[in-house]
């Protein structure tokens, strides 16, 4: 039932910008796994091995930490509507701070330029295998929108009270682990 690739193809790409969300794990050796619920309006398929997702401050910032500890990392997407599926990208990850010309070059190629309220860094998986499996026990769900919370939260902190807030919430990990995040 699961085949794997070398790449992303066009199906693939297909499927992946048909999703809503998907959940990003990372973890190295000695720490805690971490997954992270994500919508995907800001994930992005750079090519046939690589995708890459603007993160939005959270109250954690453990992918960042173990991606700088040199851990692996996944991005795993399934079909909660249509056909079932689950599709798995495997590799290692990149962090882009906030202010790096990297960060700088995917805001401009990707958004106009422009930074979203809130936006912390960029995650970038350079994927070495694509798996899918049948996804047949994942469940029908229907989605209902997007929830407004993360977005109101970042606008009544505003920039100052993002700052402090990532200053406080995301220099390490729950293990401990330096994150590589340094607010200018």
Known sequence: MAKQFAAIDEARQAFVERQRI???????????????????????VLGPNAVAYLDLTGSGSETAAHIRAGGAMTIMLCAFEGPPLILRLYGKGRVDFRGS?????????????????????????????????????????????????????????????????????????????????AEA
């Open 101 to 181: 010309p990297a960060y700088d070059a995917f805001l401009a190629e990707r958004y106009d330029g422009r930074e979203p309220l809130g936006a912390r860094q960029v995650v970038t998986l350079g994927i070495n295998l694509v798996q899918t499996s049948c996804g047949y026990a994942v469940p029908l769900f229907a989605r209902t929108g997007e929830r407004p919370v993360l977005d109101r939260w970042a606008e009544a902190k505003g920039e100052d009270g993002l700052k402090a807030y990532r200053l406080e919430k995301n220099l390490v990990s729950i293990d401990g682990l330096p994150t590589g995040f």
């Open 22 to 44: 998907f959940f990003a794990g990372s973890a190295v050796e000695g720490s805690r796994v971490n997954i992270s619920p994500r919508s995907t309006e800001h994930l992005h």
